[in-house]
């Protein structure tokens, strides 16, 4: 992947921290269930091999918000892993107001109507959401990697 930096969707971004704090956890988390300890593995493949990891302000939130469904005692643990992610991350703003311009707003939600107004071929999205992955494919055939394409290789 030659892209200068890539944009990790929430659902990811949720299987990136909690696979970090313990891969037996992935199949505790609830919103985590259709994953397994080898898609984190080919998740932290795929960002291995970019130098930017990207996010919005809107998917960390939707990422905290996610993570705040699981009980303690891990939950401090991923509100800890989250806090290294953030400041391992390249936080990316878009304003509502133009997200909320995007036309696939009502259809996609704020996050990703913001996901899709940065997502480019030189900064792809990675995502297991095919509605997103199919909007942001308009913009070129580069600009979206779809995470259920990679799992299971």
């Not at 505790?28 to 970019?50: G, W």
């Amino acid at each position: 992947m030659a892209a200068a930096g890539l944009f990790i969707d929430a659902n990811l971004l949720v299987l990136l921290v909690v696979g970090s704090v313990g891969r037996d956890l992935i199949a505790k988390h609830r919103r985590l269930r259709e994953y397994t300890e080898e898609d984190y593995e080919t998740l932290v493949d795929v960002l291995s091999r970019v130098d930017r990891v990207l996010v919005t302000p809107n998917t960390l939130t939707e990422t905290s918000n996610l993570l705040a469904q699981h009980a303690e005692p891990e939950r401090s643990r991923f509100f800890d892993r989250l806090r290294v992610l953030i400041q391992e991350t390249e936080e990316v703003v878009v304003a509502s107001t133009q997200a909320s311009n995007n036309s696939e707003f009502r259809r996609l939600g704020l996050t990703d109507a913001a996901l899709l107004e940065v997502a480019t071929e030189e900064t792809p999205l990675v995502t297991v959401d095919l509605d997103l992955y199919l909007a942001v494919l308009a913009k070129g055939e580069d600009a979206a990697v779809n995470f259920r394409h990679l799992q299971g290789l």
